[in-house]
């Protein structure tokens, strides 16, 4: 069996068409793609550190 991606069941990925949406739609859409982008960016600088600080932990003399 392939390895798949992990993904949240709710995350907020491009529907297959944007046919029939409102302007209000759409905003709301970008909103939430921004409000996930900026939470992915904030794990990403968390794992940073982590990683770094394990690094700096297990640095050899």
């Known amino acids: 069996m392939e390895d798949e991606p992990r993904q949240k069941p709710d995350a ?3 529907p297959r068409t944007y046919d029939g949406w409102s302007m209000a739609d759409f905003e709301q859409h970008l909103a939430a793609l921004k409000a996930e982008i900026t939470r992915a960016e904030a794990a990403m600088i968390a794992r940073k ?3 770094a600080a394990a690094a ?6």
Do not use: Y
Request: glycine share 8%.
């Open 12 to 14: 907020p990925l491009a």
């Open 49 to 51: 550190g982590s990683l």
């Open 56 to 61: 700096a932990f297990f640095k050899t003399p």
